[in-house]
């Protein structure tokens, strides 16, 4: 067993979107479980979007990660260390273990026991993770997409995104993907199947989205808001369903960026548009994962993830995700 | 029986709010009814905010009115001459009869035989009629307020307004609405039964707002969008409700105006916001007048008119009400 423990800490609060430099990484001794307690030693720690709120000070879904404390992450690794005969070493777990090498937890401070050994360890932070399992609730709970609708997803070829575009598929939609970049574009088209895809750097968005959306928009799954979702909410059909799922394209709430106001197009075309925050729904978690590792099995569900090697690696990974350079789930392998 | 059929004619198609100008009165022939045709003398004109949308060249939830034709109105009056058995002289009818003394319609042109002839003929209009619908269904099948939430109105002492209010506190709701000027102020108070009440253009609603609603606002029925929505929507409460009944603080949506994105707001606070038109929804009507009906004649239901004597009111009617200078619902007397 390796000596020292690599942390990931958060050194100071971002206005914004947390940079390298809210970082820095110290190493402390492994820390010894107690009577209870188990000691994990990740392999792999995940980078998401919503961990730009996990920082803020602002007022949101959970409480601030605290300054000097490990960044609040989730991951995946294996029981090394067991002071609990539920829990037997060599156990493959995932739960918010935090940015670093090591974590000693209580039984309650693991997510879950990862029963999918058949399927990578990787996948527990990603497709059968959170990512999974928002895009499953938000597509189907929220969206509630009939076979034979439009779905447009923004960051349609993100962990999330390219869930709900094949979920949507796998329903009979018709699924239309707004990415960043021409290499995701053709991700989105040759690996998540979507109907067509749209470069949000290019030129003349809105024009395309209409000549991708002929027959207009019915649900609208948004992970960037902004004025992509401009361009969407202006092209939804009557009874059309819009899903905040996350806001990634505008880098700062305080003050408030401005925009086209929504109202006229929620009244006349009789829409909804909804936020969620997977962690309400702690109970959904299961079935949802049942769906996606059984399509997992099945081959009808692709997943893409971009490995970075090292915990150094950590304190810029957020800051790049919001850059948009990550090329489908971010994962930092520190095995 | 008077020999003129004196019709508010749309003269042209207003941009934004039709004011006087956009209309015109002739005075032609009363028309005969055919066989099965029926002749209705209007007694009460409506006016509505909606008005505005029907005269409207903007894709809408409804045929714009033609130029030169009648103006689209509620109406309510009663049989003078039939040509249809089941629709006897003298029987007391609504619906969309246009702004004119005379309309001869088949029967499926009636929206209703009024039966509540206990209470006064206008209500059919106004409380009875899609104001009340209006109300009801907002904020029951959308709103779905719980005793004990804070519901947020605003035109707080407008037709609908005033009547979503009182529903809320009926269902054991703190209601809070904000309105123009003292004397709705203190009509939300004093009639309408309103907790609170605010003048939005005091100075520092956000501010009194926030008193008003120290615990936050878990459902608002929103008539006006704009910054009266701004200052609300900074207020919602996890599981917020939204619902979008009317934009009557927007003169003009092309081009659409700017404000404040929503998307963070419904995303932290788990919120939803929902636009209806009650037109969607005609099964509902019966039910929801019973109700309505039922509430009027226990008390428990104030209703407000505004009566403008002759139908060379009319033209100005619409502009009127946008200058907010109405005090409750808006009618025209013809009879």
Chains 1, 2 share one sequence.
Not at 272 to 296: K, S, T
Request: hydrophobic share 40%.
């Amino acid at each position: 067993m390796k000596p020292i423990n690599r942390q990931v800490l958060l050194a100071s609060r971002p206005d914004g979107i947390p940079q390298a430099e809210h970082f820095l990484i110290a190493e402390t001794p492994v820390p010894q479980p107690r009577a209870g307690q188990v000691l994990i030693r990740n392999e792999w720690l995940s980078v998401e979007p919503a961990m730009r709120g996990w920082v803020s000070a602002v007022a949101n879904y959970s409480e601030p990660v605290a300054i000097d404390a490990v960044m609040r992450s989730f991951a995946a690794g294996r029981i090394v260390q067991s002071e609990h005969p539920d829990w037997p070493v060599g156990t493959p777990v995932t739960g918010l273990f935090g940015w670093q090498d090591y974590a000693v937890v209580d039984p309650s401070g693991i997510q879950r026991r990862i029963e999918e050994t058949d399927l990578p360890l990787s996948t527990a932070l990603g497709v059968l993770g959170i990512n999974g399992v928002t895009a499953h609730y938000g597509l189907l709970q929220l969206g509630q997409p009939k076979a034979g609708e439009t779905v447009v997803v923004s960051t349609a070829a993100g962990s999330v995104g390219s869930c709900v575009g094949q979920i949507a598929k796998l329903k009979g939609c018709r699924t239309v993907g707004i990415t960043g970049g021409e290499t995701k574009r053709q991700l989105c088209l040759d690996r998540f199947g979507y109907d067509d895809a749209l470069d949000y750097k290019a030129p003349a968005l809105a024009q395309r989205l209409e000549n991708a959306c002929a027959g207009g928009v019915d649900v609208y799954y948004d992970n960037t808001a902004g004025e992509i979702s401009d361009a969407v909410m202006a092209r939804l059909n009557v009874g059309a369903r819009v899903v905040i799922c996350g806001t990634a394209s505008v880098s700062n709430w305080t003050p408030s960026p401005q925009g086209p106001r929504v109202e006229r197009h929620l009244l006349v075309k009789r829409a909804r548009m909804q936020g969620f925050v997977i962690f309400d729904h702690p109970d959904y978690y299961a079935g949802a994962r049942a769906d996606l590792a059984g399509w997992l099995r099945e081959g009808r569900l692709e997943y893409v993830e971009e490995v970075l090697e090292g915990i150094e690696r950590a304190p810029d990974a957020i800051a790049g995700l919001y850059r948009g350079e990550n090329l489908g789930k971010r994962l930092i392998s520190i095995a």
